[in-house]
């Protein structure tokens, strides 16, 4: 295949969504936090809420919703698809995510591109060049992550959900919020580089950027390996994806420990996510860091990366990890802990 045809592969799936680390990063992240809060009283609120499931299989649950299609039959369109999906793929299941996607599609104001609301639920698009999250900054709305989680935490310890969320219940609120935290922490689902024709990264914090400059949490830049230089896909799907020793089956007593020793946040647990997509923000500078980005070509920019890149990824993809299995159970100490 040309690099032109790879490109316009690549970008077919730019407008699809992307779960942040895919179901195997999500299953880490739950896993964690199971073992941190096991023999709780958050553990037993847990296990009565998502009815005997752990938060290892319920992580997946806001990514496998996104299987349900549009108005008007809103069916669910991908049973067998994905295994991580299986423990929501009986008929009551399927009922309620095809619930949630209803009450979740029309909520929002959706401009242009923009799909359902409840898949702006799992990302937000901040200029790496800034230093915190900001619900004012260019690329929050909201509808983004960090609203989306502190409604789920809101509803999670019995207040109503805030406008424009539909929350129905405790249930449904531990369900987003054991995938949010997650996808909170993937440095690309909360810093969004944003590149000139040139390929020039710009910052929109700092004054009007020129339209189409965003790359979508790294979906329109394609990665040239520095030594093959072949395409590798998207940036941000590398970014999903998770080497096979940060799967949930490798921890061990001392990845639970680097766990543990995760400071708590302070103050009202509502305003936590806040603090960490400033924290995610900045670990994206890092994701971007030395790479090289060339000229802009079919909606999409190629970049060179720096040698040893991988490597760089996985020590970043295993702190950001650890941090949100440590992060979600502390909030379910918070929440459910009493």
Known sequence: ?????????????????????????????????????????????????????????????????????????????????????????????????????????????????????????????????????????PGASPVDIVAATTAAIRVLRGQPAPKPFDIRSRREALLMLAHFVGDLHQPLHVGSIYLDKAGHPLDPGAGPVPAGSSTAGGNAVVPIDAVTHKAMGKLHGMWDDIPAALLSGHLDAGWLAEAQAVEKDEGDAAGWPAGWATGTLLASRDAYA??????????????TLPLKYRDHMTALKHRQLTLAGARLAQVLQATLGR
């Open 290 to 303: 030395k790479i090289r980005f060339a000229a802009k070509q079919d909606d999409a920019w190629n970049a």
């Open 1 to 137: 295949m040309s690099l032109k045809a790879c490109i316009a592969a690549v970008l077919s799936l730019v407008a699809a969504p992307a779960g942040a680390w895919g179901p195997d990063g999500h299953q880490t992240v739950g896993a964690i936090a199971d073992r941190l809060i096991a023999g709780t009283p958050a553990a037993a609120k847990v296990k009565s809420l998502l009815g005997g499931l752990t938060l290892r299989d319920a992580a997946d649950w806001a990514d496998c919703a996104r299987g349900v299609g549009p108005a008007p039959a809103y069916a669910y369109d991908e049973p067998g698809k994905h295994p991580a999906c299986a423990p929501f793929e009986t008929s009551k299941g399927i009922a309620e995510m095809r619930d949630y996607v209803r009450r979740n599609d029309r909520n929002c104001v959706r401009k242009g591109h923009e799909g359902s609301c409840h898949t702006q639920y799992h990302f937000v698009d901040i200029a790496p060049q800034r230093g915190r999250y900001d619900s004012d900054a």
